[in-house]
């Protein structure tokens, strides 16, 4: 199920899953930072995470591709092989 309402900008298929891959960066430092206690954000941790799973929740919502999108490519990569 969609989510109702437009994506932002006019991107690639390959651009807008680039934009989740870069956005969840922080946020697997940030929790590989917590659970290894690698000392980095010190006293900040959970700020950290609560912070990055926010913009990556924006970032997914509003840039990244959306189901039906990958649907539609799958299928069209399918029909195309045939």
Do not use: C
């Amino acid at each position: 199920m969609d989510l109702p309402g437009n994506r932002l900008g006019n991107f690639s298929m390959n651009a807008r899953r680039a934009m989740v891959g870069f956005a969840s960066i922080p946020f697997f430092f940030a929790i590989a930072n917590y659970q290894f206690e690698w000392g980095f954000l010190e006293g900040h941790q959970k700020d950290a995470i609560a912070a990055s799973a926010v913009a990556l929740f924006l970032v997914i919502r509003y840039l990244g591709p959306t189901i039906q999108d990958i649907r539609n490519m799958r299928n069209a990569k399918k029909r195309s092989a045939q």
